[in-house]
């Protein structure tokens, strides 16, 4: 991809999407000056992006990203939640977010690499390999630095990514001191961290974060009082409170609170909910994040309170399950079996006891997941029943992790021979033709796998994956016809992608720049009408329209344009001083 192209794809990824190329160069029908053509370069984020980060097809990122930035606090252990969240975040160009993604994502997993699949190590290479064009530059700003902490943080050298943070936080202190204290807990150097976090809370008294880890170093000097205020301020928040809940409880536990004070105080938003109900929220929230000392503390409290809830013991053993830990989900699975009394009651039973068959099958794919496909073989190789699905899917997926891929299809074609039409098979077929990026053999099979699980949250995140992918592929062949002046297979291609995903409001401003370039501005008009449609908050497009409006002559229409754009805060930014200062300009000519 040409130079002038890699412009365009990085500044794709920074919220005002300006193509490097002019739309309009000739004179103006009224007869004035002629009117400059659009240049590269108006957002706050330099050229960060660069063709590493996949940013064309997830432009729409900024509202996309919500679902999967939930499931990642949810789970802030799972690397591939951390992956897709921190790569979405980049494509919104949330920043912070992104850095506070991978931050918390360390801190789950206990500084652990190993996790770190060799597709995601790439992809981190790649984005810091761009962060470092940008420092080397001197373009750097505070977002950058701030990114290039995260990744050196996510690599293990917590010292490394101080520095960089602290280079963020000079830059833009309110957006970064709370971090940098973070940065500093993490590292173990209390003192420093308390110093920032308590000056962050001071002069934004709603910092989330800072008052989190404040109160987290207010418990190891034992200021239990000043612990307890800002755990109930943070609980206030709308905010995931999850970890602050845990910490409180503690407090209150060593307070000797009454379990009606607990629920009310650890579950503001559900007042009047009963001791049983709010036990069995906070037990399930407990077990999930794996704190499990204060989920079984919870648990005696519940049973002193009600020794026969079902509910309790069922939803202890569905959690316990759930993360593995089956000693301790069979021990209440049992107390729960003599009260079962209800339909309800025996179907979460049976579901949770079959689970157990699987034990050691989830052994093998744990130990398949952490990069051991030796061990995760020679379990799967003993399995009971050696031609189940799950042991034919596990040894395809483990010899393909090895790079065996001989072996890896020998066992997914028996697999696909045996069961062929279970979901999970036309799942792992795609799987393993996207790592081998064969993208149009995978959409062939996940297109199966949907047809028979169309509501598997799993099979729709990859099928949009793939999706995603293919119009990536598009997007370069658009920008590389654009970039030779072959413009009527340019708009071909962009129809392409309108085909398969015809709210991709991207390609319609493309069209737009494209239409523009061959004088057709009418038509320029139109579609990037189509765009602001689809995304109201695509503020840049304002100007196009009024630069689009102005070469046609309609000075009324391109003043009104005009003064949309100008009227957007977004505006003011030393990036963006050449378009605000150019709109302001031709408003009073007009």
């Known amino acids: 991809m040409k130079k002038s192209i890699l412009v365009v794809v990085s500044l794709l990824s920074i919220g005002s999407f300006a193509y490097g190329s002019a739309i309009v160069s000739t004179p103006m029908v009224s007869g004035s000056s002629m009117v400059r053509p659009m240049q590269s370069g108006i957002s706050s984020g330099s050229s960060i992006m660069r063709n590493t980060f996949n940013t064309k097809s997830n432009i729409q990122g900024a509202y996309n990203s919500v679902d999967i930035y939930k499931q990642f606090l949810e789970d802030k252990g799972n690397i591939d939640y951390a992956a897709d969240a921190f790569r979405e975040s980049l494509s919104a160009g949330r920043y912070r977010q992104a850095v506070n993604i991978l931050t918390e994502y360390y801190i789950s997993s206990n500084g652990s690499r190993a996790a770190l699949s060799y597709e995601n190590i790439s992809y981190l290479n790649s984005v810091q390999s ?31 990514a101080i520095s960089y943070i602290a280079k963020a936080k000079d830059l833009s202190p309110a957006k970064y001191t709370s971090l940098l204290g973070k940065m500093y807990y993490i590292n173990g150097d209390t003192t420093k961290a308390f110093e920032l976090l308590n000056e962050q809370v001071q002069k934004f008294p709603s910092d989330y974060e800072a008052l989190y880890y404040r109160a987290k170093i207010l418990v190891k000097q034992g200021n239990i009082k000043e612990v307890e205020k800002d755990c109930r301020q943070l609980l206030m928040m709308n905010k995931y409170t999850t970890e602050v809940t845990a910490l409180l409880f503690r407090i209150l536990d060593q307070q000797n609170a009454s379990d009606e004070v607990i629920i009310n105080t650890l579950l503001p938003k559900n007042r009047g909910i009963s001791v049983e109900k709010g036990y069995d929220i906070l037990i399930s929230k407990m077990i999930k994040i794996r704190e499990y000392d204060v989920a079984g503390k919870m648990i005696q409290n519940s049973e002193n309170y009600n020794p026969e809830n079902v509910d309790l013991y069922l939803t202890a053993a569905e959690g316990y399950a759930e993360n593995g830990d089956y000693q301790m989900a069979k021990n209440y699975l049992e107390k729960s079996k003599r009260l079962l009394d209800s339909e309800e009651d025996i179907s979460r ?11 050691r099958l989830k052994g093998a794919r744990d130990l398949a997941l952490s990069g051991k496909y030796d061990d995760a073989i020679k379990i799967y190789e003993k399995s009971k029943n050696p031609d189940s699905v799950e042991t034919l899917l596990g040894l395809a997926n483990s010899y393909a992790g090895m790079g065996d891929n001989t072996k890896a299809l020998s066992y997914l074609n028996r697999a696909m021979t045996m069961y062929p039409e279970n979901a999970e098979v036309y799942y792992s077929f795609a799987k393993y033709f996207s790592d081998n990026n064969d993208i149009e053999t995978a959409r062939k099979y996940i297109n199966n796998a949907l047809r028979l699980e169309p509501n598997n949250k799993k099979i729709i995140q990859l099928s949009k994956k793939l999706k995603g992918q293919k119009i990536d592929d598009l997007f370069d062949e658009a920008f590389s016809a654009f970039d030779t002046q072959n413009y009527e297979e340019t708009l071909s291609i962009l129809n392409k992608i309108i085909k398969i995903e015809p709210e991709n409001y991207t390609a319609y401003y493309y069209k737009g720049l494209t239409y523009g370039n061959m004088n057709n501005y009418g038509a320029a008009i139109n579609e990037f009408m189509r765009a ?34 100008l009227s957007s805060e977004h505006n003011i930014t030393n990036e963006n001083a050449e378009y605000v200062n150019y709109a302001k300009a031709r408003v009073q000519k007009l």
């Open 532 to 565: 602001k449609n689809l995304n109201p908050q695509f503020i840049f497009v304002n100007y196009l329209l009024a630069i689009a409006y102005d070469n046609l002559g309609e000075t009324q229409e391109a003043k009104k344009y005009y003064n949309l754009y």
């Open 349 to 359: 039973y049976n579901l949770v006891a079959a689970g157990f068959s699987g034990e």
């Open 130 to 160: 761009s962060l470092e064009e940008e420092i080397n530059s001197s373009t750097a700003n505070a977002d950058i630095y701030a990114l290039m902490g995260s990744i050196i943080l996510i690599k293990g050298d917590r010292d490394g």
